[in-house]
């Protein structure tokens, strides 16, 4: 369960990182490099990037490439720190 101020910081975070049709090599580092300097990230999978894979397994792929903590997935979406 995810501490309540983290899921208020969470719903207010903008997404700054999406993923398309390239997939998510092409981000992971973005996504490290945001991570450096914030301590949460939220990141849109979009429909081109799904293909037919689930968000929250390429969410997971992503946390791995980036050395990413994924803190949640909801919808088309992931946050991570």
């Known amino acids: 369960m995810t501490d309540p101020d983290v899921t208020k910081r969470i719903h207010e975070l903008d997404v700054t990182v999406w993923v398309g049709k390239g997939g998510i090599e092409p981000v992971a580092e973005e996504l490290a490099e945001q ?26 792929e992503l946390g791995d490439l980036a050395n990413a903590e994924l803190v949640e997935t909801r919808g088309n979406t992931a946050v991570y720190r």
């Open 35 to 60: 991570l450096d300097e914030r301590d949460l990230v939220k990141v849109k999978f979009l429909r081109a990037a799904r293909g037919g894979d689930s968000t929250e397994s390429l969410a997971i």
